[in-house]
């Protein structure tokens, strides 16, 4: 990207022009690479300061390019999409040819909180799991897990690094047959930037999902996902309309 290259005047701005080429520059680069700086960019296009930060913060929402404070800006690794369908992270990221691994962090029997409680029916200690779930070895969530102990008395005697849906089903014949999950954004507080191995402050994707088994209250999770390498897919359609 030595070549001088003039940017056109007209109707497109020239942060969107920035932008497209930027994205032809990228596709040309290995994943974890670093671009060039803004200075270098900025030189090479003849563009100001502003023009190259708006272009590469719309290619980072995009998660083409991820900033790293006092590092750079570098190419995205590739994201892992997903269609919102009921299957266990472990079936997720097999079916997407990723080979999934699990930091187990705790387990115990404790008190769950009260919408915990609510839908189980029960205040007695619920079984609680804590853990980070990879992708090829790379830090991809972290889930908060309750399970219901009525349907899963002795959970803590089995292994939870694979599937626990796969071990509801086949050990307690309760396979998870239906659920409810709301989506939304934040960003890594110190805690779950430490866990998933990213800066402070950085977006990630929260899922909060009630689970059952014909019928019964099996599961209550949330999970903070790497918005950065995790991206969700959703058909709709009009029959669909309210």
Not at 48 to 77: H, K, M, P, W, Y
Not at 85 to 96: E, G, I, N, P, V
Not at 162 to 174: E, F, M, P, Q, T
Request: glycine share 6%; proline share 5%; charged share 25%.
């Amino acid at each position: 990207m030595s070549q001088t290259k003039v940017l056109k005047l007209g109707a497109v701005p020239k942060y969107a022009q920035l932008e497209t080429q930027l994205r032809t520059y990228v596709a040309d680069l290995e994943p974890g690479q670093p671009i060039e700086s803004e200075r270098s960019l900025m030189e090479t296009y003849g563009v100001s300061r502003a023009t190259v930060r708006r272009a590469i913060a719309d290619l980072v929402n995009d998660g083409v390019l991820v900033s790293r404070a006092g590092q750079g800006t570098f190419v995205a690794e590739p994201k892992v999409q997903t269609n919102l369908h009921l299957a266990s992270f472990t079936q997720d990221m097999t079916q997407r040819g990723r080979v999934p691994s699990t930091a187990v962090l705790s387990m115990q029997l404790t008190t769950p909180d009260d919408d915990v409680a609510q839908y189980f029916g029960s205040t007695v200690p619920a079984w609680r799991l804590d853990r980070v779930r990879c992708a090829d070895d790379e830090p991809m969530a972290y889930e908060e897990t309750w399970i219901n102990p009525r349907y899963a008395p002795d959970l803590g005697t089995k292994d939870p690094r694979g599937s626990v849906y796969a071990i509801l089903a086949d050990d307690y014949d309760c396979p998870v047959d239906a659920a409810e999950q709301t989506m939304w954004g934040t960003n890594a507080d110190e805690r779950l930037a430490e866990l998933l191995d990213v800066e402070v402050g950085q977006a990630l994707l929260v899922f909060d999902r009630v689970s059952s088994s014909r019928g019964r209250p099996i599961e209550s999770v949330r999970s903070w996902y790497r918005a950065d390498r995790y991206r969700v897919h959703m058909s709709l359609d009009t029959s669909m309309q309210a």
